[in-house]
């Protein structure tokens, strides 16, 4: 689907729609009133298929749950009218503010405002969260005016503190917590803007108005202590929990689910399994509900032992499985005798008794395993999801030598799944992703269409879970400038301005300022996830109007309305060449 252009510009209509992968159509608008009346008529008002909606600073991104939806999409965008008015909803919300930031008189001299001025003008208007990104609870904040609009620091700190409140562009924001930023600082805050103790984490999310109020101290309500009764209470509980305690978690291993889907108006990404497919087949071998909490774990290395008889399966990264049994002959008369030692097999349901240690060796071909307990992980869910982002800090920490994961009951069968063929993965030859181009291929000439196209790209130790970090021979813009923020999906290929790419993956940041190139299409996403550090890419364009019919089919909706029985084709039909 090429980007569709109204014949008669108006500044109360869709401008155009790009294609942003296969399941993501990008509503471009005339400024962010028009952004704000979109985004609240598609909430109010959801499209077909429509399963998310992400505002920015000039756009509207929809995500579909399937690639016929999403193509559906750009003729129902276009025909919107915004002209009614933005309505409110979201309440006025009151940020009591000590103005004293590092750059305030700065900001005082670049709008000659003077610093009294600036504060005046900060908390003499009422702000609207327009979007959220960054992160989860930093709220885009635009004003009744734009006399404090100013540029970005020339030098982003290495770290702003929390509660930090914050100016750039024609933007206010308050730092969540604490991470890099380049904005302006004029002043702090106490208020939490995202707490997920509450039932809506964020202070302030969009279409929220927000009044900043000037004080001479804020206070800040520090949480309670949790009763020492309380948490001897839970140890003893979780020591006679029935599970998996971790001998070693490799180099990483997390939690993960399907994710979270729907909240990246909250600025929270959905992460979730990079390999989805890998996940409910593990799933499907023990019994489990396709959904349920398992352990990723990368490059091999992870050692669990059961508490208590466990049923277990490995999908994924192809590689030895070794139980150690506790020698019957363990005792103080005999204590040389070596421990019994037998392997089991990929993709294949197994017990692990009492005692008993399994030990993932280093994969074959491939980079991430997947390995599911009966019952699933009964790890605490946030916003309904028991996945672990790794770059927003949600969910349950990396696993770590000792801990005890108890098992829980989201089974969907009484019995397990029998043995099952697992797909090729990634190994020495070259992985063939198919992308579509756009949304902003326009920022680059066909030559540097033909070198993203024409070379193979090494995977960069500095990749992980938030993108993969591509080398290669640099990809040159045919346009200069900045591009304002907009929202961002799993598969998109980023181009920093240095040229070399990143492939965003689960855990990537929802918005992003640096133009998209192309999209990975969605059912090869898990591939993707497979290739290992130091493993080649190429990416092959294919027209906008795919997917193939095979890709519309019911084996291709959304990954969290997959059923455990429309999983198997979904690798099969990826290709891997060699060199």
């Known amino acids: 689907m090429e980007a569709v252009a109204m014949e008669t510009l108006s500044m109360h209509k869709v401008l155009s729609v790009r294609p942003v992968g296969t399941r993501a159509v990008l509503a471009e608008l ?24 992400l505002a920015a600073a000039q756009t509207v991104m929809v995500r579909a749950d399937s690639p016929a939806a999403a193509r559906r999409m750009g003729s129902f965008l276009l025909e ?48 609207t969260v327009a979007f959220a990104g960054f992160a989860p609870g930093f709220g885009y904040m635009v ?46 805050t106490g208020a939490r803007m995202w707490d997920l103790s509450r039932s809506e984490p964020a202070l302030a999310s969009p279409g929220h108005r927000v009044q900043f109020r000037a004080v001479r101290d804020v206070v800040t309500m520090a949480p309670e202590p949790l009763a020492s009764a309380t948490v001897s209470e839970a140890a003893t509980a979780a020591e006679a929990a029935s599970g998996l305690r971790i001998v070693s978690p490799g180099l990483q291993s997390l939690i993960q689910d399907l994710g979270r889907h729907g909240h990246s108006a909250l600025g929270v990404s959905a992460a979730g399994a990079l390999d989805r497919a890998s996940l409910r087949r593990a799933n499907r071998l023990v019994g489990n509900s396709p959904a349920a909490a398992a352990i990723e774990s990368v490059a091999g290395g992870l050692k669990v032992q059961a508490v208590g008889d ?46 008993e240690i399994l030990t993932l060796g280093a994969p074959e071909a491939g980079f991430r395993s997947y390995l599911a307990v009966r019952g699933g992980v009964a790890a605490s869910p946030v916003l309904g999801s028991r996945s672990t982002d790794t770059m927003s800090g949600i969910g349950p920490a990396p696993l770590a030598a000792g801990q005890l994961l ?25 992985t063939v992703l198919d992308i579509v181009l756009g949304p902003r291929a326009d920022w680059f000439d066909e030559a540097a269409l033909d070198s993203l196209c024409g070379q193979d790209w090494v995977v960069k130790p500095q990749s992980n879970r938030v993108g993969m970090r591509l080398d290669g021979t640099p990809l040159e813009r045919s346009r200069q400038g900045e591009l304002p923020s907009e929202g961002t999906v799993a598969g998109a290929i980023q181009v920093p301005p240095e040229g070399l790419p990143v492939l965003f993956l689960a855990d990537h940041p929802i918005t992003g300022g640096y133009p998209v190139i192309g999209v990975v299409v969605d059912h090869q996403l898990d591939l993707a996830a497979q290739v290992p550090i130091g493993g080649s890419i190429r990416f092959r364009r294919v027209p906008d109007r795919t997917p193939s019919p095979e890709q519309e089919s019911p084996e291709q909706e959304s990954p969290e309305q997959k059923s455990p029985e429309q999983t198997a084709p979904e690798q099969t039909s990826q290709e891997k060449v060699s060199n």
């Not at 363990?330 to 204590?335: A, C, G, H, R, W």
């Open 30 to 53: 005339a400024g962010t009133q028009d952004v704000l009346a979109l985004q609240t008529l598609l909430l109010e008002s959801p499209l077909p298929g429509q399963v998310d909606v």
């Open 80 to 127: 919107l009218d915004l002209t009614a008015p933005v309505k409110q909803a979201g309440g006025l919300v009151y940020i009591d503010t000590v103005y004293d930031g590092e750059d305030l008189a700065e900001v005082g001299r670049l709008t000659g405002l003077g610093t009294d001025g600036v504060i005046e003008a900060h908390s003499g208007q009422v702000w």
């Open 143 to 188: 004003g009744e005016n734009q006399v404090l609009e100013v540029p970005r620091r020339s030098s982003p700190r290495t770290a702003v503190p929390a509660g930090s409140v914050a100016l750039a562009g024609n933007y206010s924001a308050v730092y969540p917590r604490r991470s890099p930023g380049g904005w302006q600082l004029i002043g702090r």
């Open 310 to 355: 466990q049923v277990l399966a490995v999908a994924g990264a192809p590689s030895a499985l070794t139980i150690t049994s506790p020698s019957d002959a363990e005792s103080d008369s005999e204590p040389d005798l070596p421990a019994r030692q037998r392997s089991v097999p990929m993709a294949t349901p197994f017990a692990l008794l009492d005692g």
């Open 406 to 430: 108890a098992s829980g009951d989201v089974t969907d069968s009484g019995v397990v799944g029998s043995p099952e063929l697992q797909p090729d993965f990634p190994g020495e030859g070259v």
